[in-house]
């Protein structure tokens, strides 16, 4: 029987081994562990009626996978959006919060109403933004940062007090490390395109309202956001299960029986003859197999690999993590003088606070906590921030209850607390980012059998990782066929050659 080894317990690797058990039900799986349980970044506590995450909270829609393995494993039904009825983000300046104007996508404004408005921005910044319209493209050889990007097309105020919070917000970075081709690839493309942004914007509405001029209708609802009305109508921008993410693990898991997992097993090394891999363990045991899928972050990755291949390890400690902190706390509502009248805020770097953000989850999701409750999570840790982990429970939870109280008035100590630390969690698509990736996918070509997966290449979110786990399940699945093929043919070669060698001493008998 063919065998193939996954290492990995996050969402990609089991993604991985439940579509290589749907596809290929005649291989032997095992995935190995080195934690105690299965779920990675994802997981969720659920006590006294709260639902608290420790990882990501809710996944994108508009990106299929997140969603079809949702309705493949029965969970369709159990999915929730964000809150309809209060659809509201504050950024912080100067330590007060003023509203996120609506119709940003892609990071990028789509609507000169809401930014024509803001306060956020001054009337020079607007001026600035609106220079995008005459500004040329420029001509690039290779890449660009997010930031270079951002400022050379609207300018550093917009960056600064929107751009650079939302982005920290998604990759935990630094923009002026960040890749633009490897993070937002389109806005490059836009601007090739159309020639600036805002000629892209006014385009793009051009053919999705043919009917109506450059401006928004006066009769389009103020509340819904361009990311939401692109979508189904059913699925509003963001999604969750009812009881957390961990749903969605403990589905997958429901449905890899018959697949050897392994928990607390640290593979140490791997090796490659001509037949098979072998995976060694910490414990001094080796495994063989006929494939193998690394869905660990890549620099564990790079570990593992190191005596097989020094370039693809090269390749892969070249992408760099940041370590982050989440804090999630709950209080009566009475004890929270400020409404939680939105989804939270998010804070710029030129803030110089540690937190980049707090959720107001019971707002964003009011399942996720009892009726007269608020639940809070905030985010701590940017890139450069890698000593935020080291930091002790007191310290942390001091940080958060001392920010509530600047900003939501709350003087109490919180009924329910719970502290999730992310050691080298996020992967930072910095520049130079393609170039690694081309070098590994050119090193793996060179390993048949052999595939890695995981939220450290193409795409960070919970639908990226889980497309990654499946891509790799299927040339997983097409090596080991293509490979049988190999072999049958070679066996028909040898029999004709033996039936060729059998005839000719016949006839010389």
């Known amino acids: 029987m063919k065998r193939v080894i996954i290492v990995g317990g996050g969402i990609a690797g089991l993604s991985a081994a439940y579509r290589l058990k749907q596809n290929a039900p005649d291989v032997a799986i095992m995935l190995i562990e080195s934690d105690r349980r299965l779920g990675g970044k994802i997981t969720t506590d659920r006590v006294d009626g709260f639902v608290i995450e420790g990882g990501p909270d809710t996944f994108l829609s508009y990106k299929p996978r997140g969603i079809g393995l949702c309705r493949e494993l029965g969970l369709e039904d159990r999915l929730h959006g964000t809150n309809e009825k209060i659809r509201r983000t504050y950024v912080m300046r100067h330590g007060k919060l003023y509203d996120l104007p609506e119709g940003l996508t892609g990071l990028i404004p789509s609507r000169f109403g809401p930014m024509i408005k803001t306060g956020l921005i001054s009337p020079l910044g607007k001026l600035r933004m609106g220079l995008d319209y005459f500004i040329p493209p420029k001509s690039l050889n290779g890449d660009e940062s997010l930031a270079q990007f951002v400022e050379r097309r609207l300018g550093h105020e917009l960056y600064e007090r929107m751009i650079e919070p939302l982005m920290s917000g998604i990759y935990a970075g630094d923009g002026e490390q960040l890749s633009l081709g490897a993070t937002f690839p389109q806005l490059r493309q836009t601007e090739l395109e159309h020639g600036s942004l805002v000629k892209g914007m006014l385009a793009t509405k051009r053919r999705k309202h043919p009917e109506r001029n450059a401006v928004e209708s006066k009769d389009a609802p103020a509340a819904q956001s361009n990311a939401s009305r692109a979508l189904p109508e059913k699925w509003p921008a963001f999604v969750t299960p009812e009881t957390g993410l961990a749903e969605i693990v403990e589905a997958l898991v429901v449905r890899l029986k018959g697949v050897d997992i392994r928990l607390g097993t640290r593979v140490t090394c791997i090796d490659h003859d001509s037949s098979s891999y072998t995976v060694m363990l910490e414990d001094g045991k080796t495994l063989s197999a006929d494939a193998l899928i ?91 921030d890698d000593d935020v982990i080291d930091r002790s429970d007191e310290e942390l939870l001091k940080m958060v209850r001392d920010e509530l109280r600047d900003v939501l008035g709350i003087t109490v100590g919180p009924i329910v607390q719970r502290i999730f630390r992310w050691p080298k969690a996020m992967p930072q698509y910095t520049l130079g980012h393609l170039d690694r990736l081309a070098v590994i996918d050119r090193r793996l070509a060179q390993h048949a059998g052999l595939f890695v997966a995981g939220n450290a290449y193409r795409g960070i979110g919970l639908p990226d990782c889980i497309a990654s786990g499946e891509q790799a399940a299927d040339q997983t699945a097409k090596f080991l066929s293509t490979r049988d093929d190999l072999l049958d043919g070679a066996k028909v070669v040898a029999r004709d050659v033996q039936f060729a060698d059998d005839g000719a001493d016949s006839a010389g008998g």
């Open 294 to 384: 690394l869905a660990t972050p890549a620099y564990a990755t790079a570990y593992l690999v190191v005596g097989l291949d020094p370039e693809l390890a090269q390749a892969l400690k070249g992408i760099p993590y940041a370590s982050t902190v989440t804090v999630s706390v709950a209080y009566p509502l009475k004890d929270i003088p400020r409404p939680l009248n939105g989804y939270g805020y998010i804070i710029p770097r030129a803030e110089g606070r540690s937190i980049l953000a707090c959720t107001w989850t019971s707002t964003k999701f009011p399942h996720r906590a009892p009726e007269g409750y608020g639940l809070i999570r905030a985010f701590i840790g940017r890139a450069g």
